[in-house]
């Protein structure tokens, strides 16, 4: 036995309404990625620029690094710290020169 319902106007509006809502949720939510986080994240890219050596110093402390050779070789070790002041010239500012940012993240007592 198969009971079949019918909606009323007011309750086929309502679902239509739920529906179209949804839905224009889920496209805003693809606009504001293409149209705002896109450019956004593009502009966050780093860009290549020229950098003049402004000073070079290396202060007598010995610092302990972390290093890698390799996916299987990692270590700690003592080495002397070496400063390297740069001039970006795309940004016209001085900057403490690091060879990547995972050696900033793994030795934070080298930019000091």
């Not at 949720?25 to 293409?34: D, E, K, R």
């Amino acid at each position: 036995m198969r009971v079949s319902y019918e909606y009323s106007e007011a309750e086929d509006k309502s679902i239509r309404l739920g529906l179209f809502l949804i839905v224009c949720g889920i496209l805003s939510l693809f606009i504001l990625g293409f149209c705002w986080l896109s450019p956004t994240l593009q502009s966050m890219q780093s860009k290549p620029a020229n950098c003049t050596v402004v000073s070079v110093l290396r202060p007598e402390e010995m610092f302990e690094c972390v290093f890698t050779c390799g996916a299987d070789c990692k270590g700690t070790s003592l080495y002397p710290c070496l400063q390297i002041f740069v001039n970006n010239s795309e940004s016209n500012s001085v900057a403490l020169l690091h060879f990547d940012e995972q050696q900033l993240v793994l030795n934070p007592k080298v930019n000091d």
